[in-house]
C-alpha cells in the first residue's frame, strides 16, 4: 500500500517486507513498446523507484542504466536488451528492457522467449505504433501475459480513451483500464484507482503519490468507470460473473483476484497510466506487475526433447537443472552467458551439459546482473535470469542441463537477414582481424550473419535493416579497433514460378567405369502461394519410396539458386508424377541428382517473376508536409495505404520496396526540415518491376 509521505520525500519500500526465497515472488518480465513510447524511461523509473539506483537516469544525458553501450548513448535508442533486477514490496522483479526499433526485432524475440510476463507501454498521444503491433504479435506467439502503461498523459494532445480504443481495434484484446486520469496534459497530476476507489496523487517535486479519497469532482465518473469494468470483467471471467449476478457489483477483492485470471489467461490486459519522465504512475504499474503477472510457477512447465521423447521441467529447485541461453557478451577478456534457469539449482563451479554443442562446460561465476554491472552470487535456481562466466561454447538459443538428465529446450527463432553489405578492412594489416571480429559480432547477435561471396571473394555481413548493419559497423571500430569500408546496402531477392510446366522429363545416366548411375523422373512444376511444397503422384511403385524421398531432398537443393540471378527460390509445388529405375544403377544418390537437375531445367523454362523484400513504413509529419512526402514516397515505387490527422501531424502508412528506404531518413529530415519521423517493419515479399529482373550477380543475396 502506497502511504501518504510528505512532500518531497522519498520512500522505498523494498526493505520493509523481506524477499523470500519461494518462487511465488519472483516476476520475470519485460518492457515492450515502440521506439520513443519511454519504455527505457520506465525501467530507469522502476530501478529509482525500488531503490536500485539513487538518481534518475535520463535517455536524453546518456545517463540511464539500461542503455549503457555508448552507441545506445549516442543514438538515443536501445539497441541490446539489458537484464537489470530490483525488489519491490517483497517480490523480486528480473527485468529486460528490449529495443524498440525495428532493426533489433530478434532482440525481442530472444528475451520472450525466456519471460514469463512483459508490460507493454504505449504513447498517449499516438496509441498503437507499428512497433507496438509487431512486439504485441511476438508476445502472442509466446503466449507470454501483458499488461498496458500508457505513458506520457502529460503531453499536449494525450488521450487515455484513444490510446485504450487503439489498443482494442489494432492489438484485438479487452483492454481493461484500471485508473482514471487525474488532470490532462500539463495539468496530469494523478489518478483514480478504480479497483480500489481511490485517488494517487503526485505533487510537484515529489517521488511518491500522496493516497486519498476520490475528489469530488471525480467521483460521479469514477463510479461510472468502475461500473463499465466490471462488466467488461464480468464477461471475462466466471467467478466475477457469477458474483456480478448476485450482487449486481463487484468487491475490490474479487476484481482483483479476476483481473489476474484473466490477464495471465490472456483474455484481458490491465492498462494502467501515467508519465513516466514525471515519476508518475510507476508506483502502482509496480504493484499491478506483482498483483497480475505470473510467477514462474504460475506458467506451464517448460517442454524439451530427449532421444525424441517430449518431456516437462518443473518449476523446481530439486528437479534436475535445466537452463536456456538467450543472449552471449562475447569480449576480448571473456564470454558472458545470459540463463534462464528453468529447473533445478547450479552453483559456483558446477558441470552442466551443452545440448547443443553434445559437451561438459564449468561455471565459473555466477552474476545477478545489473546492465553492464553486475554482483556475484553463489547459486541460481529455478526462475532466476542470471548470467554466468566460463561457458566456451554456449550460443544464443543453447540448452544448459544437467550431465545425468540431458534435455533440449526450444531455441527462440531466428529472422532471416534481408540487407547485405560487403565488408573490408581498411588497412591491409587489419585484414587478418576482419573475420575473427565478424564471427564475434554473429556470435552475440544471430541475426547477423557472415559470409562469403563465391562469386567476388567478398565478406558480406546479413542483417535485419540499414541501422542494424550501421551498429554493426560501429562496433567493429569502437570494440575491435577496426576501421573498415561498407559498401552500398543491397537486399536479399528472391524468384518465383509465375507459369509453370507440366511433364517435364529428365534422366540422369552417369557410366564413368564402375556401378553407374540412373534415374528417371518425369515432374510438374506449379505457383504455390509462398512456401515449396513436395508431392509424389508415381503409382505402380515405379519409383520407390526411398527414391521419392531423394529426388525431394535434390529438389530442394536446387531451390538455392534460381534462373534469373542466383537468388533463392520460394513459391512453388512440385509434383513427381512418373519415373524409372535401372536394376543395378539406380540408387539414392542418382535420383537426388536427378531431383536437383531436372528441377533447375524445369524452372529455366518455367516463367520467372523476381521478388523483392518490402517494408510497411509509417511516416509522421507535420500537415503542411504532406505533398512532399506523398511525392517522395511515390517515386521510391511506394503504395499509400492510408493517410490519417491527428494534433497536427499526419500519419501516412504506405508499403515501400525495401531498396528504395536506403537513405530515406535523411531524405525526409531534408524534406520536412527535421520534423518527421518513419518507422518501417517487413512486409514480405512483392513482385519487383520487370527492369529488375537482373542477371546474376546483379545483387548480394
Known sequence: MITDRQKGQRAVRTNTNPISNTLAVVRNLGILAHVDAGKTTVTERILYATGTTHRRGEVHDGTTVTDYDPQERDRGITIFAAAVSCAWDGHRINLIDTPGHVDFADEVERSLRVLDGAVAVFDAVAGVEPQSESVWRQADRHGVPRIAFVNKLDRAGADLDAAVASIRERLHPAPLAVQLPIGAEDAFRGVVDLVRMRSLVWADGCDTAVEGPVPEEWREEARRRRRLLEEAVAELHTGALEEFCARSALSAPTL????????????????????????????????????????????????????????????????????????????????????????????????????????????????????????????????????????KSARAGTTLCDPGAPLVLEPPGVTEPVVSVAVEARRAADTDKLVPALARLAEEDPSLVVRTDPETGQTVLSGMGELHLEVAAEKLRRSHGLEVNVGRPRVSYRETVGRGVSGLVFRHVKQDGGAGQFAHVVVDVEPLDGGFEFRSAVVGGRVPQEYVRAVEAGCRDALAEGPLGGHPVTGLRVTLTDGATHVKDSSETAFRSAGRLGLREALRACAMVLLEPVAEVTVTVPEDAVGGVLGDLAARRGRVSGSTARGGAAFVTATVPLAELFGYATRLRSRTRGRGTFTARPAGYAPAPAAESAPAGASVK
Open 256 to 391: 482483483a483476484a479476476a483481473l489476474r485470471d484473466v490477464t495471465r489467461t490472456g483474455d484481458g490486459v490491465v492498462v494502467l497510466c501515467g508519465s513516466a519522465y514525471r515519476n508518475r504512475g510507476i508506483e502502482p504499474l509496480l504493484d499491478a506487475v506483482v498483483s497480475y503477472l505470473p510467477s514462474p510457477l504460475d506458467v506451464p512447465a517448460v517442454r524439451g526433447v530427449h532421444d525424441g521423447t517430449e518431456q516437462e521441467r518443473a518449476a523446481d529447485p530439486q528437479a534436475p537443472f535445466a537452463a536456456l541461453a538467450f543472449k552471449v557478451n562475447a569480449t576480448s577478456t571473456g564470454r558472458l552467458t545470459y540463463l534462464r534457469v528453468y529447473s533445478g539449482t547450479i552453483g559456483k563451479g558446477d558441470t552442466v551439459w551443452d545440448a547443443g554443442a553434445r559437451r561438459s562446460e564449468r561455471i565459473g561465476r555466477i552474476l545477478r546482473v545489473q546492465a553492464d554491472r553486475h554482483a556475484q552470487v553463489d547459486r541460481a535456481v529455478a526462475g532466476d535470469i542470471v548470467a554466468v562466466i566460463g561457458l
